[in-house]
Nanobody
Framework: QVNLAESGGGLVQAGGSLRLSCVAS????????MGWFRQAPGKEREFVAR????????SYADSVKGRFTISRDNAKNTVYLQMNSLKAEDTAVYYC???????????WGQGTQVTVSS
């Protein structure tokens, strides 16, 4: 079991920045991959970014590439999502998730709301 807790969401103007954090507890050793996802009202949950245990394998959705940066600090059992140049369409609930095998996200946090005003 891996427990995940997101924080850092809030209200920000377009063009602004936020940094989301996700602290993992429990069997954190099985978290080979950590990912960020988001879900806007009326839309399906979508992939945002993921990072491997070593930090050497990173992937981003095209919609956030160049604006968002994912990182992790294994000593602190924490993954971050630095979000810059935020747009109104970035408004969503953001979730972090843990996967032992890439693509198989077994554990999820409860989400943190990000609202970007125009």
């Amino acid at each position: 079991q891996v427990n995940l807790a997101e924080s850092g969401g809030g209200l920000v103007q377009a063009g602004g920045s936020l940094r989301l954090s996700c602290v993992a507890s429990g069997r954190t050793s099985i978290s080979s991959y950590m990912g960020w996802f988001r879900q806007a009202p009326g839309k399906e949950r979508e992939f945002v970014a993921r990072i491997s245990w070593s930090g050497g394998r990173i992937s981003y959705a095209d919609s956030v590439k160049g604006r968002f940066t994912i990182s992790r600090d294994n000593a602190k059992n924490t993954v971050y999502l630095q979000m810059n140049s935020l747009k109104a369409e970035d408004t969503a609930v953001y979730y972090c998730a843990s996967a032992q095998i890439m693509g198989n996200y077994r554990y999820w946090g409860q989400g943190t709301q990000v609202t970007v005003s125009s």
